[in-house]
């Protein structure tokens, strides 16, 4: 398939241009023009640059990916070696930030609703990224092992254990900042990726339970999604590599 063609099809797929974002989405670094072989991660780190070459992959499809506002742009150092590696071996790299959050179906918060087995109700966040819905009624200690069982990660829990908990809101890697806005909305917890210090004063104060499952772990789920979905509808080769990341 045509890289370019795969790129537009991404694209429409996942909305990108309605996106403010904080990275370019779609194609950040040029490759070879014919796709064939996609190796899909979660981050474009040198390991998983490295593991796209081991792999004879031509493309490197990820959530995060490079050129991020406010970084220095000067190619030295890591930056380097990681764009030096790509250009040596004429690898595509395609990446989806926020697009792949919000998805409906393929995006992170969707596929984290879909797993844990949660009802989604509606949308909240900045452009709409966070999700809210209910559960079946357990407590907050039943919530965090199930989160645990199914993300394979232990949680970081604030809140009671025993607090009955039917109500939630979610917004998977760095959204902490949502709380207030997941606050309002009446739930009984919020869980994301990440979790701050004045965070944890919040919670406490509030009586509103906060789950900081993993930057990492809850952003697996929509690059395996969008993997699947490659391989199924334009029959490449597109293999999801999940590189252990504790954060």
């Given amino acids: 398939m045509?890289?370019?063609?795969?790129?537009?099809?991404?694209?429409?797929?996942?909305?990108?241009?309605?996106?403010?974002?904080y990275s370019p989405?779609?194609?950040?670094?040029?490759?070879?023009?014919?796709?064939?072989?996609?190796v899909a991660g979660v981050t474009a780190s040198q390991a998983l640059v490295d593991t796209a070459i081991a792999r004879d992959a031509d493309t490197l499809l990820v959530h995060h990916g490079w050129f991020w506002r406010g970084e220095d742009g000067r190619v030295t150092g890591f930056r380097k070696a990681r764009l030096q590696a790509?250009?040596?071996?004429?690898?595509?790299?395609?990446?989806?930030?926020?697009?792949?959050?919000?998805?409906?179906?393929?995006?992170?918060?969707?596929q984290l609703a879909r797993r844990l087995g949660w009802t989604?109700?509606?949308?909240?966040?900045?452009?709409?990224?966070?999700?809210?819905?209910?559960?079946?009624?357990?407590?907050?200690?039943?919530?965090?092992?199930?989160?645990?069982?199914?993300?394979?990660r232990q949680p970081l829990v604030i809140g009671d254990a025993d607090t009955p908990i039917r109500r939630i809101a979610w917004c998977s890697g760095g959204a902490q900042g949502y709380f207030e806005q997941a606050l309002a909305l009446g739930v009984d917890a919020y869980l994301s990726g990440e979790i701050s210090e004045q965070t944890v004063h919040l919670a406490r104060e509030t009586g509103m339970a906060y789950i900081a499952a993993g930057h990492h772990a809850t952003e697996r789920y929509g690059a395996m999604a969008l993997a699947a979905e490659i391989q199924q509808r334009f029959g490449l080769e597109?293999?999801?590599?999940?590189?252990?990341?504790p954060a």
């Fill in 2 to 21: 045509k890289r370019d063609a795969l790129v537009r099809a991404l694209d429409e797929r996942l909305e990108a241009g309605r996106f403010k974002d």
């Fill in 25 to 38: 989405n779609g194609l950040q670094v040029e490759g070879r023009a014919e796709v064939r072989r996609i």
């Fill in 86 to 110: 790509l250009l040596k071996h004429d690898i595509n790299l395609i990446a989806y930030h926020l697009p792949l959050d919000a998805h409906p179906e393929l995006g992170n918060n969707a």
């Fill in 120 to 152: 989604v109700d509606g949308r909240f966040g900045d452009q709409d990224i966070g999700y809210y819905g209910s559960t079946s009624p357990q407590s907050l200690a039943e919530l965090a092992r199930n989160v645990g069982d199914r993300l394979q």
């Fill in 238 to 245: 597109c293999e999801f590599i999940d590189i252990d990341n």
